[in-house]
Nanobody
Framework: QVQFVESGGGLVQPGGSLRLSCAARGFIFNVYTMGWYRQAPGKQREFVARITSGGSTDYAESVKDRFTISRDNAKNTVYLQMNSLKPEDTAVYYC??????WGQGTQVTVSS
């Protein structure tokens, strides 16, 4: 069964950093593009970043130059390094590749 388990969220002050992890199961991880998404209260889920099987990356304009996506195919895990965090980055963060079987996500709160 396809499953995504996100971790690493928390409360951080503006300007701080967090590293999110997502363990994927139930499919051949290394051939798929993996993505990070987020959903803020009262808003729709939005794209944050993606990484292809070959390592090419793409970012939402709002996080470009602050966030870095990476993957470890040996561990079936995708990461999101988030630097220079802003209050508007507050959201539940999810990883996915198929657009289904969404996990619980991990809460990121940026506040002083």
């Amino acid at each position: 069964q396809v499953q995504f388990v996100e971790s690493g969220g928390g409360l951080v002050q503006p300007g701080g950093s967090l590293r999110l992890s997502c363990a994927a199961r139930g499919f051949i991880f290394n051939v798929y593009t993996m993505g990070w998404y987020r959903q803020a209260p009262g808003k729709q889920r939005e794209f944050v970043a993606r990484i292809t099987s070959g390592g090419s990356t793409d970012y939402a304009e709002s996080v470009k130059d602050r966030f870095t996506i990476s993957r470890d195919n040996a561990k079936n895990t995708v990461y999101l390094q988030m630097n220079s965090l802003k209050p508007e980055d507050t959201a539940v963060y999810y990883c996915n590749t198929f657009g289904t079987n969404w996990g619980q996500g991990t809460q990121v709160t940026v506040s002083s």
